[in-house]
């Protein structure tokens, strides 16, 4: 072990999942590593992953499952620290991992876990944790190249580092700690920050009938389209509220429905609550209609999908409960049709960063090495959230958080990534 004072000195600003990791990386490397974080413990979100059970990777992983700038160096950065070495890494804290269909889990199913594992080996690698404090400003030493961390927190004074890594994730879920306060303390270098918005979350939306289904589950194909063009189809578990459309098919476009409504487009979603269906061919509904053409219509809607949402429909195609299918004319038949295939719903606006599980945008990959160090302040690094990127849902938002932490953290520390 090389004597503390002559190893290289990384400050890591924020003790989430990508510090962490960049921190134990740094360390491995030798380094000696403090750990900044506001919060009087780190990794608070970790805890609220996965409901509870942190889907932290997932065996099918590529550019693809991610949007924004970092996109483009998703496939470069996972070369050096992807799946395989991040599973390797949990094994080798003792943490079984469980494979449901592709998302990896801690085989304990307790967020907790995972956490644990990375404070104790934290812990075990002598890394310094200062906890309860904010850090206020990074600057530039004027004498030198090191940096000069500063904080709210009186005790904890300044310090000097050789190098700092950036890792305070973006605006998703402030109650955790992540309230956008590290794109200032980028900015502080001249760092372009790419509007942040609400990703993987819930749109609200204009119609008031969706109160009528609010509460129902069911499985749905979902088309978004931005001033009239399909941009996204999407299909999963749609859950319908009070307010709008959630489930995982709507997170996953949700972050282009922000970017949209932020530029003032006309966004909307329309919904097939029968995307398996034999519907496709007209036979569904010619053979309801004659088989069924005695009964009343809240019966002949009964069995196609969730009751609620086809009494909505009926009242929708302007058709009362009452009324007998045989007294149904042709262009009511055609809109109740219709509308099973494709409602349409208005996007007014993305539910708020309190209920968004990430935040799209961030430091602009302009201005980012490939080792994700900052190109106006040699020395300075990103990992993690705080980055102009974002993945879908099923353990990619993680997955980055430790691809980054560790290249950033293996990079600070003076471990580059190999030229190809
Ligand atoms: C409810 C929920 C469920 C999720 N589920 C999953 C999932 O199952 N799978 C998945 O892949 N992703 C999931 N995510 C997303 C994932 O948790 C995040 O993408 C990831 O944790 C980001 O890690 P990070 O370290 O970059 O940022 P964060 O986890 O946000 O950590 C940043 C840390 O920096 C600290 N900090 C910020 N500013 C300062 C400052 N100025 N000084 C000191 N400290 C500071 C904060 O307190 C915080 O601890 C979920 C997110 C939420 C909210």
């Known amino acids: 072990m090389k004597d503390r004072d002559m ?5 890591v600003i924020g003790g989430g999942a990508a510090g962490m990791m960049a921190a134990i990386q740094a360390a491995y490397a030798g380094a000696a590593v403090t750990i900044y974080e506001r919060n009087d413990r780190v990794g608070k979100k970790i805890l609220s992953t996965g409901n509870g059970k942190c889907n932290f990777s997932n065996e099918i992983m ?23 070495e991040t599973k390797a890494f949990f094994d080798s804290l003792g943490m079984r991992i469980k494979d449901k269909n592709g998302y990896l889990y801690p085989a304990s199913e307790q967020a907790a876990t995972v956490l644990d594992v990375l404070r104790y080996e934290v812990q075990r690698l002598g890394i310094r944790c200062r ?7 990074v600057r530039s030493e004027k004498s030198g190249n090191r940096f000069v961390v500063e904080t709210d927190a009186k005790e904890h004074g300044k310090h000097a580092y050789d190098a700092v890594i950036l890792a305070c994730g973006g ?64 299909q999963g578990e749609l859950q319908l509220t009070d307010y709008g459309i959630s489930g995982i098919p709507v997170f996953q476009f ?3 429905a922000a970017y949209a409504l932020r530029e003032k487009r006309h966004t909307t979603v329309t919904i097939d609550f029968m995307p398996d269906a034999a519907a496709e061919n007209g036979n569904f509904w010619n053979q309801r209609w004659h088989r069924q053409r005695e009964q009343g219509m809240e019966q002949f809607v009964t069995g196609i999908v969730n009751k609620k949402v086809g009494l909505l429909l009926l009242k929708l195609a302007g058709i009362r409960e009452a009324e007998r299918a045989c007294e149904i004319d042709a262009v009511r038949r055609e809109k109740l049709k219709r509308l099973f295939r494709s409602l349409e719903v208005t996007v007014r606006e993305t539910n708020s960063f309190d209920q968004a599980q990430v935040c799209a945008g961030g430091i602009d990959f302009r201005e980012v090495t490939k080792d994700l160090q900052s190109v106006r302040a040699p020395g300075l690094f990103f990992a993690g959230e705080i980055l102009d990127i974002d993945g879908i849902c099923g353990g990619y938002n993680l997955q980055w958080a430790w691809s980054s932490g560790s290249v950033a953290g293996r990079a600070a520390a003076g471990i580059t990534l190999r030229e190809k």
């Open 254 to 256: 949700s972050r282009l």
């Open 171 to 234: 605006r998703a879920a402030p109650r955790t700690g992540s309230d956008g306060s590290g794109y200032a303390l980028a900015k502080q270098f001249g760092h372009g920050i790419i509007p942040a918005v609400p990703a993987l979350t819930a749109l609200r939306c204009e119609e008031s009938f969706l109160k009528q289904v609010a509460g129902v589950r069911c499985d749905a194909r979902l088309t978004l389209y931005i001033d009239a063009e399909k941009v996204s189809e999407v």
């Open 7 to 11: 190893r290289k000195e990384i400050a």
């Open 62 to 84: 590529n550019a693809d499952c991610y949007y924004g700038g970092g996109a483009l160096f998703v496939d470069r950065i996972y070369e050096s620290f992807g799946v395989d």
């Open 131 to 137: 906890m309860g404090c904010l850090v206020s400003a």
